[in-house]
């Protein structure tokens, strides 16, 4: 099987793997589950030059390692896409966790447990949308942490 690409195809490739590099490093280091992810990552970035985007990947023959080089990094929208979904997630991740939060207190864990999924769902979309509510319209204005 072979697989082609434009120039254009493969940059775009080059940011996917960035940003799947990224994430999937983050809080794995050493992980060796995560080693298929890493050669293919090396295996990509090994056909840059062929595609013309040489002043993207860098290659430390030292370490036999290529890597992104901070033109890719400047050039792309890459840190962009990443704190674009890191916001997004922070939010989604706030209401979900102080309307669960809520819903518990509401119901108790085995009263949670013993609803049917639909049940479940009508009943916690409440808190949610007050969760949606608040932070849409305050942030984080009115968070205090209390000892």
């Known amino acids: ?3 082609e690409f434009t120039p254009e195809q493969y940059e775009t490739l080059l940011k ?3 940003i799947s590099s990224w994430m999937i490093n983050a809080f794995n280091e050493g992980d060796e589950e995560l080693n298929s992810y890493a050669e293919l990552e090396q295996y990509i970035l090994s056909f840059a030059k062929d595609f013309g985007k040489q002043e993207f990947v860098d290659y430390d023959a030292a370490d036999n390692v290529y890597f992104p080089t901070r033109k890719f990094e400047d050039q792309t929208d ?5 704190s674009d979904y890191d916001n997004e997630l922070f939010w989604d991740e706030l209401i979900h966790r102080m309307a669960r939060r809520d819903f518990l207190q509401e ?3 085995t009263g949670v447990a013993s609803m049917a999924i639909e049940e479940r769902i ?5 808190y949610i949308s007050k969760y949606e509510e608040i932070f849409t319209n305050q942030g984080l204005e009115n968070i205090d942490i209390r000892p």
């Open 1 to 3: 099987m072979k697989i």
């Open 16 to 18: 996917s793997i960035a």
């Open 78 to 82: 890459i840190f962009d896409i990443i």
């Open 107 to 109: 119901y108790g864990e």
């Open 122 to 126: 009508e009943k916690e979309a409440p």
